[in-house]
């Protein structure tokens, strides 16, 4: 993966810099990496539902979400993912876990009031498809790797402004300089766009489930153009929602940090696709 080769280089040249043995600097990035991720594995999912305010729902307290997600669990052939509810107005939802089998789908209370049944059926569709493609695993593991490396460079960084250490090599030093600061930046960049094409994949794969693009295109829509604001959502998980609740981010959807298409381009290709039953990519 270019992102742990990124991290990896990072390591190796900064303390090859420093004078070390880059050896080691792989080592040390590797490290990381591996800590970060073993965390990420075992406790990441419930961090992103609690950093929410997604509280576990039942089908006795939600009996409508608890169906049209048994609907979809049968037509994908998925274990029942656990269900969340986010007791917010704006409408959204998004899908975590590390594996098939420990995923979770989580939806806020206005999608639920403002979305008809189907529109809800192709939403939850879209989450079961990132469930399908494990798209949740690979997130997480995507941004352990871009947060170890801005870790390992920010390090650097503080250190460099300290004095670094005595005896450096001045042109290695201004490399490795240079690197730590566009690795993080770089690094970024990968991670929406690996984002971006997904969303793609994921809204094909729903209609895949329900057979309705029209559903989909229509939630998306209303989603998108809704003024209300998502409070629980934040930087750190707003690539995980359907649509990016951060509304700054979603008036320039086509920027290289937009962690979404531009939710234009996924309506038009869905209802090119309930004309033609092709999905173009």
Do not use: C
Not at 114 to 139: C, M, T
Not at 206 to 229: F, M
């Amino acid at each position: 993966m270019s992102l742990t080769g990124l991290l990896v280089a990072l390591g190796g040249i900064i303390v090859y810099a420093e004078g070390g043995d880059p050896l080691l600097g792989v080592g040390v990035a590797f490290i990381v990496a591996s800590v970060m991720g073993a965390f990420s594995w075992f406790a990441g999912a419930s961090i992103i539902l609690a950093m929410s305010g997604a509280k576990k729902v039942t089908h006795e307290s939600d009996p409508q979400l608890f169906n049209v997600v048994e609907e979809m669990k049968i037509a994908s052939g998925l274990p029942m993912p656990d269900v969340y509810i986010i007791e917010e107005d704006a409408p959204n939802a998004f899908a975590t876990g590390r594996d098939q089998d420990h995923s979770a789908v989580a939806v806020t209370r206005g999608l639920l009031n403002k979305l008809n049944r189907d529109e809800l059926q192709g939403v939850i569709a879209h989450e079961f498809s990132h469930i399908r493609n494990l798209d949740i695993r690979y997130a997480m593991l995507v941004g352990v790797l871009v947060g170890a490396t801005a870790l390992i460079a920010d390090a650097f960084l503080r250190g460099f402004g300290r004095g670094g250490k005595r005896g450096s090599n001045p042109a290695l030093l201004a490399l490795a300089l240079v690197f730590a600061i566009l690795a993080p930046i770089s690094a970024k960049i990968l991670q929406m766009a690996i984002s971006r094409s997904r969303e793609f994949m994921a809204d094909a794969s729903a209609v895949e489930l329900t057979r309705n693009p029209d559903g989909l295109a229509s939630a998306l829509a209303k989603i998108t153009q809704d003024p209300a604001p998502l409070a629980a959502a934040n930087r750190a998980t707003q690539h995980l929602y359907i649509v990016n609740p951060v509304k700054s981010f979603n008036m320039d959807s086509k920027a290289l940090f937009s962690t979404h298409p531009p939710t234009e381009a996924r309506i038009n290709k869905l209802v090119a696709m309930g004309a033609t039953g092709k999905y173009t990519a």
